[in-house]
């Protein structure tokens, strides 16, 4: 079992020094209130194993620097107050502990819902809990909507909270596995890597993570290399479009007709490619060749879906399409599956190479081959993101590919250590300088990034100490 949350008493002084101004924006807006303790929470970049986790499949993310930081006050009424340092951009909420209403239409999304998403997961399992309110005032460094995990990292930092003023003593793991479940009341079916890397990282490694149950494995990034984040500046929320939904839904109707095909017993039960693999008692290569088997080129209607299913169409609807994509008809199956499969293989060789030879032209090839798999077969790349792509290979990168879940949002790009800075220039100059007038000042949009630590709470004292 993975460790539980203690309060950290010492941390660098740049977070220090964050807490400290946080403090004072939260004593001017809640007059002159003492904080109990602070939160910081990270994001996240995946290096190899794009939309695979919820399928069932290992994942390779790591933590960055960039983060979600809270200041929290226990209350002794029920009553939850939620506040941005940004208050412009992102509006104050309150309610009460005990009857809490995630409002998820995709048209209209407040960033207060994820913080609901948080508290609504622990309240779940909060049985013989004497529940308390709680003032939540937060402030981010993770661009927004950019494929780095900023709406988990805000459903991690209220679960967080809400544990630690609630004295629940739940392991790195368990909060992590709800986490991911309570953020699925936004709309959107996730995996949790987002969740699983956000609690269980430690600094200096990123972690190869597997689920049913989450287990990590941490890794060294070979000590001659860096990975390069740069925005695509182009936003994607994911929760507002039936994107996301919709692969996770075609990712399962192909999991239940190979199950189904292949004569598995309760072949309704096989929602995840994993699980389908695991029961064929088969390869992933194998998987591959199955794939093109079973599957035609063209879109799937749901007629079709239907009758090799041999279910009704409200069976299908029902059973296995989520609220946004019951309407639709087209499925793509085939290239999907195969992607699934394909990435799979391609995070085991990349960790294998990472542990091993550790060459980067290897490594940079194998994000290569995601980045095409996820433009062509997955189908969730931009034309910005893929031009950032070529920019960052003509630049010197091993290897480039999108990050996150893709539509707009960042590429991640693995460079050699000594051409880091020179590359990042360069970048600026070929990719960003029709776009950006100040390339001075571009550290959120194009930075090099380490592998940071995972969740943590803090005492008060930690901003006394300096
Ligand atoms: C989002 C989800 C994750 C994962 C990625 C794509 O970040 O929250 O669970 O599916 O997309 O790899």
Redesign the pocket.
């Known amino acids: 079992m993975s460790k539980t949350f203690s309060q950290l008493n010492t941390c660098d002084d740049d977070l220090k020094s964050k807490f400290i101004d946080i403090n004072n924006s939260f004593k001017k807006k809640y007059e002159n209130l003492e904080v109990d303790f602070f939160i910081c929470v990270p994001g996240r970049v ?1 290096l190899i ?6 399928n069932g499949y290992n ?1 390779c993310p790591m933590a960055i620097k960039q983060n979600i930081i809270g200041a929290i006050k226990v209350t002794d009424d029920l009553n939850v107050h939620i506040s941005n340092v940004n208050k412009d951009k992102y509006e104050d909420y309150s309610c009460k502990i005990n009857s809490i209403v995630i409002e998820n239409d995709p048209k209209n999304i407040h960033w207060y819902n994820y913080v609901l998403c948080g508290f609504k997961g622990i309240i779940e399992i909060a049985f013989n809990v004497t529940l308390k309110g709680l003032i939540i005032h937060l402030d981010g460094t993770i661009p927004p909507a950019s ?1 780095l ?1 900023s709406s ?1 990292a805000l459903v991690c930092a209220a679960a967080l909270s809400l544990c630690h003023v609630l004295n629940m003593n739940l392991s790195k793991h368990e909060i992590a596995e709800l986490t991911a479940k309570a953020e699925r009341y936004i709309g ?1 079916e ?5 969740q699983a890397i956000i609690f269980n990282a430690n600094y200096g490694f990123a972690s190869r993570i597997s689920f049913d149950p989450i287990s990590l494995i941490e890794f060294q990034i070979p000590p001659n290399a860096v990975f390069v984040i740069a925005q695509s500046l182009v936003t994607k929320n ?1 929760a507002a479009s039936n994107d ?1 939904n919709l692969r996770v839904v075609e990712c399962r109707l192909s999991s239940l007709i190979i199950a189904k095909k292949y004569g598995l017993k309760n072949w309704y039960k096989y929602v995840k490619l994993a699980d389908t693999q695991k029961d064929l008692k088969q390869q992933l290569e194998n998987m591959v060749k199955i794939v093109r088997d079973v599957f035609h080129d063209r879109y799937y209607t749901k007629e079709e879906i239907c009758s090799i299913l041999n279910i009704s169409g409200n069976e299908l609807e029902e059973k296995f399409l989520t609220k946004n994509t019951k309407n639709m008809n087209n499925f793509k199956l085939k290239d999907r599956a195969l992607h699934v499969f394909e990435e799979a293989l391609r995070v085991d060789k990349f960790c294998k190479i990472c542990g091993t030879t550790k060459s980067l032209f290897e490594l940079g090839s194998i994000m290569q081959d995601s980045h095409s798999s996820l433009r062509d077969l997955y189908e969730c790349s931009h034309t910005e993101l893929d031009k950032l792509v070529t920019v960052c290979m003509t630049n010197g990168a091993f290897g480039a590919r999108l990050t ?2 893709g539509w707009g949002g960042c590429v991640v790009a693995l460079i050699s250590c000594d051409i880091a800075e020179e590359f990042i220039e360069s970048v600026k100059e070929t990719f960003y300088s029709n776009k950006i007038t100040d390339l001075t000042n571009m550290n959120d949009i194009i930075f090099i990034t380490k592998p940071y630590s995972g969740a943590a709470i803090f005492s008060q004292s930690i901003i006394k100490n300096l």
Do not use: R, W
């Open positions: 995946n194993g794009e939309h695979i986790d919820y994942v494929g995990s988990s959107t996730g995996g949790g890597m987002d994911k996301f996150g879940a």
